[in-house]
């Protein structure tokens, strides 16, 4: 039984799921006549209180938009040490929108208001103008760490009192909702702009959400067809996004339950040094004196795939094909190891 924990991005479109992406209506979406994408753009709006969504081919690409759109050459964004969009965005922050960056060290990913006060420019000539901050809320390399809504609405304070934009990278958002019972229109209120990923722990093969007002989500239109994520009949894998909203929200809990689980047994293995809080679908541990490197290789040889996260750690991320039945046979495995 081959075992995968290497990322929620691995996820395949379940046969209930291609059941329904084939039988979605398609139409050309650059025209905006594609109507299963604008459902699903409406059904996130709402979901959110928002007036509108764009439906982009990643993740990265509705970071790269709100961070275009929210600022000016010349400006910065701030953001923790370990956000993705630092980290695994190509620096398209400044490719595409011409802005430094004003990088905060948190705690296991997450901002405090203080410290985000402390961190805004001062307006002078020499100095970027600090413009947008960008929350990570699952923060991935933070480990699965999570915001609560009291904890954003500080933050989003500081923003508006400082004529601060705030943008959520929302990728993993759903598996908060589900350990916090917060709403997706608590959420909703207190940001600029949203991003969500359908095609993690939810289980869709492709495809992110942007989500803010109409006049900021049309701007986002131009942008999304400059960068080329302009599809035609993408309706067939929008309606993916559809199924996965509709019926795999709620099981994410699964997902968290199962990390936490695993993070249990890990804290039994001598060889593990140490595993960082478990709060979500993410775990992440060091090891007492084997290489990662080494350490994912021996686990490979097992038929455990995993990721290598620092030179002594690794990442382990469950997602909905990892069943009880696999967690098992992980606990065999690893207590063997
Ligand atoms: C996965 C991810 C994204 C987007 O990634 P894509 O692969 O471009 O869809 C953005 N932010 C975070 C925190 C992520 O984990």
């Given at each position: 039984?081959?075992?995968?924990?290497?990322?929620?991005?691995?996820?395949?479109?379940?046969?209930?799921?291609?059941?329904?992406?084939?039988?979605?209506e398609v139409g050309d979406d650059v025209?905006?006549?594609?109507?299963?994408?604008?459902?699903?753009?409406?059904?996130?709006?709402?979901?959110?209180?928002?007036?509108?969504?764009?439906?982009?081919?990643?993740?990265?690409?509705?970071?790269?938009?709100?961070?275009k759109l929210h600022t000016h050459a010349l400006d910065e964004i701030i953001c923790e040490l370990n956000s993705h969009v630092?980290?695994?965005?190509?620096?398209?922050?400044?490719?595409?929108?011409?802005?430094?960056?004003?990088?905060?060290?948190?705690?296991?990913?997450?901002?405090?208001?203080?410290?985000?006060?402390?961190?805004?420019?001062?307006?002078?000539?020499?100095?970027?103008?600090?413009?947008?901050?960008?929350?990570?809320?699952?923060?991935?390399?933070g480990g699965g760490n999570y915001y609560t809504l009291d904890e954003i609405k500080a933050i989003r304070t500081v923003c508006l009192e400082n004529e601060l934009k705030l943008h959520l990278d929302g990728a993993r958002l759903f598996n908060v909702l589900v350990e916090t019972g917060e709403s997706t229109k608590d959420v909703g209120s207190l940001f600029?702009?949203?991003?969500?990923?359908?095609?993690?722990?939810?289980g869709a093969p492709v495809g992110s959400l942007l989500i803010g007002d109409k006049a900021f989500i049309q701007k986002g239109r131009r942008f999304r067809k400059v960068m080329g994520g302009g599809m035609r009949q993408a309706g067939i894998i929008a309606a993916g996004g559809i199924y996965a909203l509709e019926h795999n929200v709620n099981r994410l809990k699964q997902d968290n339950d199962r990390a936490k689980a695993i993070g249990h047994i890990l804290q039994g293995l001598d060889y593990?040094?140490?595993?960082?809080?478990?709060?979500?679908?993410?775990?992440?541990?060091?090891?007492?004196?084997?290489?990662?490197?080494l350490f994912v290789k021996?686990?490979?040889?097992?038929?455990?795939?995993?990721?290598?996260?620092?030179?002594?750690?690794?990442?382990?991320?469950?997602?909905?094909?990892?069943?009880?039945?696999?967690?098992?046979?992980?606990?065999k495995r690893l207590k063997t190891l």
């Open positions: 039984m081959r075992i995968d924990l290497i990322s929620d991005t691995i996820t395949r479109p379940s046969p209930e799921m291609r059941a329904f992406m084939m039988e979605a025209f905006g006549a594609d109507p299963t994408i604008n459902r699903l753009e409406s059904m996130a709006a709402g979901m959110f209180g928002r007036e509108a969504a764009l439906y982009c081919p990643s993740g990265t690409m509705t970071n790269q938009i709100a961070i630092y980290q695994y965005e190509t620096s398209g922050y400044a490719y595409n929108a011409r802005v430094g960056i004003n990088l905060i060290e948190g705690e296991y990913g997450k901002i405090t208001a203080e410290q985000l006060k402390n961190s805004i420019k001062k307006k002078y000539d020499w100095l970027p103008e600090s413009r947008l901050v960008v929350l990570e809320n699952s923060t991935n390399r600029d702009s949203i991003s969500i990923c359908l095609s993690k722990g939810l593990v040094a140490q595993v960082k809080p478990i709060k979500t679908n993410i775990v992440i541990f060091d090891l007492k004196d084997e290489p990662a490197d021996r686990l490979a040889e097992c038929n455990i795939n995993a990721a290598a996260f620092g030179p002594m750690q690794v990442r382990f991320v469950t997602h909905l094909e990892f069943d009880d039945e696999q967690l098992a046979e992980l606990e």
